[in-house]
Every structure is written in structure tokens, then in C-alpha cells.
């Protein structure tokens, strides 16, 4: 089940973020990762080192972009310019599918740079499932919707956080990023069981699965990418393999960010339930 | 309440300043109570009011956009003291908030939002403005594009009267009032983290940012900030090399490009063949030449 429509039908393991800090590591030791998730904007540039460093990654390892501007969720329309670059970057990857947030973050061409939360109304997932179909038109590859972690909620809401999000898939008949970091720390800013999100979602359209680390503080959680998986998180991750099947995995770490190793050691802490699910397939 | 409504009412508390103590104001953009205006939009909960929740966004948003600047413009933090480059980025975000999916370009209008705005850098306005422009171009030169580079043949059959020699869109070439990559230089050593092993020595060197940033004296330079293996460099450059790069980047031909250089220039006449033959093999050499269009369009 894991390799699907939405993955372009790639059976990819687990892999880490490709973070500046580890480019010499990776480039010197050539250590073997099952793949690489970049951050598109990072990459959507005319030239330089950044392109140097990705076009020797490319020679050695398979990468899936992932991208934190797109704003799917934003009222307004695509930016041509942000597509007419992330095309262009589609073609130098060969990006299998290409993951963005259920967010929005952008009005009236200012940009704030968050993955704001969105109002879970019957309009917003008619506008987002429509732009999430123009932009897989324009860039003609599958897409992935990651559910962000949020802080705030909406008074105009109509429906739960996963029925939204099952909304926008099923209109844009696209693919999910499943990132039970964000369901854990949401389901604990807005008290809702994240058991509940995890059995809700459409096993069959999750591309592909986000692990990282939160801080707590006195009064919510934060997302922050500093930290190892806490446990509550591998116990949903656990569940959401049970329902999706060995699926591509990504541990996202992206401040104080150890050393390449630690990270990697981090994520292949995934195999363990990877494994479960294999043998349980087996049996 | 339609979509885009509900989110220019966020959008814009988002992007309101904070406060000095880093906290959402009190009063909304039109002037109500920011309690009021967040619970309209936003669901408290057990533990945080609307307007605590909003707040977490709108201090993301500020220490975001305001490390980014600080990013990409130490040279300026280093002029202003870290105080007055926070009130000044503050000023200019909310005025030119970033257009861009990138936050690669969240300074590109700052050296004109300083122009049109001088009280932000009062009596250090020239060596500033300076810095910007030096930070500015060091951007562009780190991953600007690179076109093919010019090769000896490109040129056979070519007509050296009319042609033109296109410089590489990532070589930035610079007239400055203050010796700012000195200064620039001096900064970036200074946050080396292997400065951070004592605190004597980052005492130390504090010192000898501000004493360099206080004493620096005005000085004309030409400069070219370029990449060479994927790093930038600084190059100071004579103000004929000046001329002739600025005359070949604005499109004029070579012959001209040559002539304009040396308009009231000290160097004699007998000695600018060679003059001029030396820098066009130098920056061939370090590729700052694309190919000529007449030979693109072939």
C-alpha cells in the first residue's frame, strides 16, 4: 500500500533532512542514506555553491523535495515566479512527488514566512484543493500535503483539523505527508485525541510520513526540530505505519542540530516499526 | 466570513510590531483593543486567550523576519549597535514587508528605504549605506547566475569595434565612499565561533569592532565582489577598471567601453594597451566574462 499514486509508486525507506551542517560529511563520507528530503526554496536560486553542493547529493542519492512557501491555503493564486523556479528545480531533482503544507501564509503578495493554520471552512478546502490541482498541473508530478502544527484555532471552523484535511485531499485527489510530529503537538495545544486524527486519514493517500522532535513549554507545545522523537510521537508513528504500510519516512531536525550521525542514528530508529509491519504483512 | 477576509485581519496582526519587551501590543492595527480584536477570530483555550495564541505567531513572525536581517546584514548591525539595527529593521519591515516566497530577498529595498529614510542611520549615513550596498551585492555574488563563461574562440571572427562583452550577472562591481570590506572582513573573523572559546577574548574583540567601526575614515574604493570555487571575494579594483566594467555591464561596446575609462584618466596613453590587455586577461581568468551575444545568437 505504501508505494502509491502519490509517491509516484516509489518504495523509499527512511531518510533525513540535507542540512548545511552536514554537507561535508555527506559529500567526504559518502555515508549510505536511503534519501534526502531538501527544502526547495533553498535550492530555488540562479546559481552558486547551494546548487553545487545539491547537484553532487544528486549524483549519489535519491532527493524529494519538500517546500515551506507554496501556501496552498493562501486566498490568492499561485506566484508565477515561485512556480516558474520550482519547475525548473523539479527538472534538476527528478523530485518523484513534491510535498508542501495545508497552510496559509501569504495575503495580498506579503509573505510572513510561517505555515500559518487554516480556517477549517467548506471554502477554504474548495480554494486550497484548487490550487493544490493547478500547481501538480503546472509542475506535473504528484503532491503531498503536510498537516503543519498549529497554536490557534478559528472560531469560523466547520469541521475537525482531519476532516479538513480530507476534504482538500479528496477534491484535489492528491497525496498526504503525514507528520504525526504536528498531530501530537496539535492534539495537545487543542485537546483533541491524536489517535483519533491518525485512524481518520485516508491510509491510502499518505506518501509519506515526518517524524521530529517538540519542546514543551508551561502552556503549549512548540514545533520545534530540535530534539529527538519523543515517545508519544513513535507510538502514533507506529500507528500510522499500521495503516499505511512501509512508507517513506523523514526526520526533520532543523536547529541545534547535531552531528550527521546522531541524526541518522535518530531516524533509523523508524526501522523498528518498519520491521513489525513487514512481518506483520508477512504473516 | 469569506477566506481572504479572515486572513488580512490575521496577516495583519501577525506583522504588527512588537513591543520593546518583545510582546504583542496591546491595541489592534485600527486602534481596538487587541483582546478584542483576537477573540473575534481566534478560540481560546484552558490554558491560553486568544490573544496569547495569536501572539505566539506574531513573535515568530518578528524573530524570523528580524534573524534573517540580522543574517544577511552584520555589517550594518555592526554600524548601528544591535539596539538602533533592531528599530531600524522593525521600521523598514513594516513598511517593506518581504514580497517574495524567499527570504533571500527580505533586504532588497533597504538601501532605498534608507535613502528615503536617514534618520535610522543619523550620522553614519554614507558609511550605512555603503555597508548595505557591500552586503547586498555579497548576496547576489553567493548565487547569482552564471552564464557560460567566455572561451579564446568565442571571439574568432569577431569584430573587436563593435563587440560586447557581457559580465558575469553574478560579479558585482561597487564605487564606495568608506573601505566597508575591510570592515565587512574584520566582522565576519570577529563571529568566527571559534572566537566564543574565551570570553576574554569576544570582550576583546568586541572592542575592536566598535573602536574599527568608530574609527574608520572615508576613503573611495572600487570594488568587485565575485565567487570563485563558490566563495565570494572581495577585489579592490582602480577606478578605470571601474569605468571600463560599469561601461561593459550597461551593454556598450568594447572600443567605447575602453574609452570611457580612461576619460580623465591619469594613466598614459602609451601605457593602456597594456593596461587594458592585463585586466581583460585577469578577469577572463577568473571568468567574470559571459560569452558575446553576437556569438549566443550564431
Sequence with gaps: MAANRFNAFTDYGIGIGLRAPHYQHILSRKPVVDWFEIISENFMIDGGRPLHILDQILDQYKVVQHGVSMYFGSAEKPDREHLRRLKELVKRTKTPWLSDHLCWGSVDGRYTHDLLPMPYTFEAARLTAQKVRQVRDFLEIPIAVENVSSYAEFHVSEMTEWEFLNEVVEQADCGILLDVNNIYVSSQNHNFDPFNYVNSVPAQRVAQIHIAGHSKFKKYILDTHDHPVLDPVWKLYERAIQRAGHTATLLEWDDSIPSFQEVHREALKANRFLSETTLAVAV | ?298
Design chain 2, 1 to 298: 466570513m469569506k477566506l481572504v477576509t479572515l486572513q488580512r485581519a490575521v496577516a495583519r496582526a501577525v506583522m504588527q510590531p512588537l513591543t520593546v519587551s518583545e510582546r504583542m501590543r496591546r491595541t489592534a492595527p485600527g486602534g481596538e483593543s487587541m483582546s478584542a480584536y483576537a477573540a473575534r477570530y481566534i478560540k481560546p483555550n484552558d490554558r491560553l486567550t486568544s490573544l496569547e495564541r495569536l501572539e505566539i505567531y506574531n513573535r515568530q513572525y518578528w524573530f524570523r523576519v528580524l534573524g534573517s536581517m540580522a543574517e544577511d546584514f552584520p555589517g550594518l548591525r555592526a554600524i548601528l549597535g544591535q539596539r538602533r539595527f533592531e528599530e531600524m529593521c522593525r521600521a523598514y519591515l513594516a513598511e517593506c514587508p518581504s514580497r517574495s516566497f524567499t527570504l533571500r530577498n527580505l533586504g532588497a529595498s533597504l538601501e532605498v528605504w534608507l535613502r528615503q529614510n536617514p534618520k535610522w542611520i543619523r550620522d553614519k549615513q554614507t558609511l550605512a549605506v555603503d555597508m548595505v550596498r557591500l552586503e547586498c551585492a555579497e548576496i547576489e555574488a553567493f548565487d547569482g547566475k552564471a552564464e557560460p563563461a567566455l572561451r579564446p574562440e568565442d571571439l574568432n571572427g569577431s569584430s573587436a569595434r563593435d563587440l560586447r562583452l557581457r559580465v558575469q550577472p553574478y560579479v558585482q562591481v561597487l564605487e564606495l565612499h568608506y573601505p566597508v570590506d575591510d570592515l565587512a572582513l574584520e566582522i565576519r573573523e570577529d563571529n568566527n565561533p571559534a572566537d566564543f572559546a574565551s570570553n576574554a577574548l569576544t570582550e576583546s574583540r568586541k572592542n575592536t569592532r566598535v573602536r574599527a567601526v568608530a574609527t574608520l575614515e572615508p576613503k573611495q574604493i572600487f570594488l568587485v565582489v565575485h565567487r570563485m570555487d563558490f566563495s565570494v571575494y572581495f577585489r579592490r579594483i582602480e577606478r578605470e577598471e571601474f569605468a571600463l566594467l560599469s561601461a561593459l555591464r550597461s551593454g556598450k561596446a568594447i572600443a567605447r567601453a575602453i574609452a570611457l575609462a580612461f576619460r580623465r584618466s591619469s594613466v598614459p596613453e602609451f601605457d593602456r594597451a597594456g593596461y587594458v590587455r592585463l585586466r581583460f586577461q585577469t578577469w577572463a581568468t577568473l571568468g567574470w566574462f559571459c560569452r558575446p551575444e553576437e556569438i549566443d545568437a550564431r
